[in-house]
């Protein structure tokens, strides 16, 4: 008894300790992450003063938001010194309705591809599958000559436009493997009683559709916030969104380089993206699991 007794607080102490060293573990991998935000947080928050005398990973001597100010409102972006804002306003102006549109054309894409089989549909839906795997820059050349085409050149709804036709791949793929594990009784049901597309899908598709539409906006919010190729290739001057804007700040040099002005601007448009998946991040993983199991 005594030697069972003995084997059990050797293994519970065994997994004490196996549970510290992951948690170890754990604990230095995040601070291995989080030191570059650190290291960018406290440098917008120093003087130039403190810049030059301390070391990269000092605290601030003196807690300041002078430089956030400057790169909100006053710094000099190329020939414009009125701050990224303007700049910030076109992203936000930007990523609302291409996300919203996207989302929303793919959802009805995926009710077509999963409940409403035609013949072809199988095909058509691996064509624009390709869309996922197409890098950026293969169509630069394509969709400049189309948005000039359309008058659309070097403007925010032509870029808004970009995000809808390039996103649409993903959404439709996110909302077809979500819509097939819903019972195809529950649609046959509803055409019984007389239920027709639109009503089918209003009423009984949509209502069920939250997590994969919270996926969908989580990932198209990040992927056109985050976009640089586009933003620099089809807009110009005012148009252009916030990451354009933070490079040419960046790379604008105008006497001695304010490093906590850098680094202001690049939380500050880092922000929307940090803020989305702190808020949804949960939901996020439960949408992408939601439609992994069918029935």
């Known amino acids: 008894m005594a030697n069972r007794d003995g084997i059990v ?35 917008s928050l120093k003087t130039m003063d403190d810049i030059r005398t301390g070391n990269l990973i000092s605290l601030p001597r003196q807690i300041t938001l002078e430089a956030w100010s400057t790169a909100w409102d006053s710094a000099c972006i190329g020939v414009s010194c009125e701050g990224i804002k303007p700049y910030f306003w076109n992203s936000i102006k930007m990523v609302v309705p291409a996300v919203l549109i996207s989302t929303i054309i793919g959802a009805a894409n995926g009710y077509v591809f999963s409940k409403w089989r035609f013949k072809g549909s199988e095909v058509l839906f691996s064509l624009l599958l390709i869309g996922c795997f197409i890098p950026f820059q293969v169509v630069l050349l394509p969709m400049a000559r189309t948005l000039g085409q359309f008058g659309l050149a070097q403007s925010l709804p032509g870029l808004i436009m970009v995000h809808v036709v390039y996103g649409l791949a993903f959404t439709t793929l996110f909302f077809r493997n979500f819509y097939v594990t819903i019972p195809d009784e529950l649609v046959k049901a509803a055409r019984i009683d007389g239920a027709g597309f639109f009503r089918i899908f209003w009423r009984i598709m949509l209502p069920v559709s939250t997590p994969i539409f919270v996926v969908c906006v989580i990932w198209q919010t990040t992927m056109i916030w985050n976009d640089f190729l586009f933003g620099v290739a089809f807009t110009g001057g005012a148009t252009q969104p916030v990451t354009v804007a933070l490079n040419n700040l960046v790379n604008t040099s105008t006497g001695v380089k304010a490093y906590n002005v850098d680094m202001a601007a690049a939380i500050i448009a880092a922000l929307p993206t940090l803020i989305v998946y702190v808020v949804a991040g949960k939901y996020f993983v439960r949408g992408l699991t939601a439609g992994a199991v069918k029935g």
Do not use: D, E, N
């Open 9 to 43: 607080a050797a293994s519970g102490r065994s997994a004490i300790a196996g549970r510290i060293f992951i948690y170890a573990l754990l604990a230095i991998f995040v601070i291995y992450y989080l030191l570059p935000f650190f290291v960018m947080l406290s440098t």
